[in-house]
């Protein structure tokens, strides 16, 4: 009898075992409703007027209290939300919707707390931006969560809400077409210390635009789709070349899978969805093929292919009278154009000199100059160009995931 009874309740046992084993497995399993979800990788699949969500499978700790949605693409109207939520928040809902949950929206900047209407909060953001969610360490032992918010690394404010004892989770919602992000579940956060560093160090001011790029320091990295050539991720200088800082250069750190990195100059106003020399008032040297490319979707053999560790660059050599265009500047004019010698010039003789001085070319029509492009420290060809209205400014492209190149706008400095 005794026996029996010890066999049976080892049987109780055993399926008391199992159940706790099936509850923690549904507890600790994510949930998504119209969001397509590839390994980190989330993506809208969702309807006309269809909202997206998607929540972690485990809720911020003490020990993870941070995380981070990287935007690869803004869709068609970026409406991105990136917060905290309840375990079994309604996925028909944006995070920060309903009671209990928080968050920060892209295509406003706004947060939203427990409420459809939201307060001004930051900046909004868009492709190639990071949002970052967390809860400060201290908020654990008081049961009241103090949920902070960054972007691009940066602290953009705070808000307090309460912490239920199951925890707040992770969440992401997407509501138009072609929204795609990278998710970062265990973020770290760096120190103010460290992020002054950073800033330092990426010299942020150097660069005028990027599109599915993202800098960190000298490293540019396309964070685009990759899929088509309307995906190009373009990263532009702040400021054109001129006689002072003539050249700069670009080390392959990663080719990515197919190497679609292209080093060239173009005017300002460029298209950020066009390689480098494919539209008008551009050229540029593509490494996947080694052909330059001057103003039209057609390239001309040029030079070798460059590979990983190649380090490719671009200059200009200037006439020696050549007057620098307070234009060019993007941020601040400047007070005198003044004429600086390079140490590159092309050679001319006295008499074609004097002939420029006496007819000189009209300013709007831009100078010739040639632009001349080197592979590891060897010039390797020159092209003649026109100099748009503004200057020409130092351009970068990328069009295959995983490229990475390691830039150098002055070289030549010190």
């Known amino acids: 009898m005794d026996d029996l009874n010890l066999h049976y309740r080892f049987l109780n046992w055993r399926r008391r075992i199992r159940e706790i084993r099936e509850v923690r497995a549904v507890r600790y399993q994510e949930r998504a409703k119209h969001i397509l979800v590839d390994g980190d990788t989330l993506s809208y699949h969702g309807g006309s007027g269809e909202v997206g969500c998607y929540v972690a499978p485990r809720p911020l700790t003490r020990d993870n209290n941070y995380f981070e949605v990287s935007i690869v693409d803004s869709g068609v109207r970026g409406t991105i939300a990136v917060g905290l939520v309840p375990q079994y928040y309604s996925l028909d809902h944006q995070p920060g919707w309903l009671p209990d949950s928080v968050a920060y929206h892209a295509d406003d900047g706004k947060l939203y707390s427990g409420r459809a209407k939201g307060r001004q909060f930051g900046t909004k953001c868009r492709s190639g931006d990071r949002i970052g969610c967390g809860i ?22 705070s808000t307090v809400m309460p912490l239920s004892p199951e925890g707040l989770f992770p969440a992401v919602g997407m509501h138009s077409l072609g929204e795609e992000v990278r998710l970062h579940l265990h973020a770290e956060l760096g120190t103010e210390d460290e992020d002054t560093a950073m800033l330092v160090d990426s010299l942020e001011e150097e660069w005028g635009r990027l599109h599915d790029v993202r800098l960190c320091g000298t490293l540019l990295e396309y964070v685009g789709k990759g899929k088509s050539i309307v995906d190009v991720g373009l990263a532009q200088a702040r400021r054109p070349l001129s006689t002072r800082s003539h050249y700069f250069e670009l080390e392959i750190v990663d080719p990515g899978e197919k190497c679609y990195i292209a080093l060239g100059l173009a005017r300002k106003d460029y298209p950020k969805n066009r390689h480098p020399g494919w539209s008008r008032g551009s050229v540029a040297y593509h490494a996947d093929d080694g052909k330059i490319f001057h103003g039209s979707g057609v390239g001309d053999p040029f ?71 080197t592979r590891n420290g060897k010039i390797i060809g020159k092209k003649e160009a026109l100099v748009p209205p503004g200057g020409y400014f130092p351009t970068v492209g990328m069009l295959s995931s995983g490229e990475k190149v390691k830039v150098d706008l002055h070289p030549l400095s010190g």
């Open 136 to 157: 400060e360490p201290g908020s654990f032992e008081v049961q009241t969560a103090q949920v902070f918010f960054t972007k691009n690394g940066k602290r953009v404010g």
């Open 303 to 373: 030079g070798p292919r460059c590979y990983k560790g190649d380090i490719m660059g671009c200059g200009i050599m200037f006439p020696r009278d050549y007057i620098l265009d307070s234009e060019g500047d993007s941020d601040e004019a400047l007070e005198v154009k003044a004429a600086v010698r390079n140490v590159l010039y092309l050679h001319r003789d006295e008499d074609e000199d004097e002939e420029e001085e006496e007819e000189p070319e009209p300013e709007h029509e831009g100078r010739k100059v040639l632009v001349f492009f």
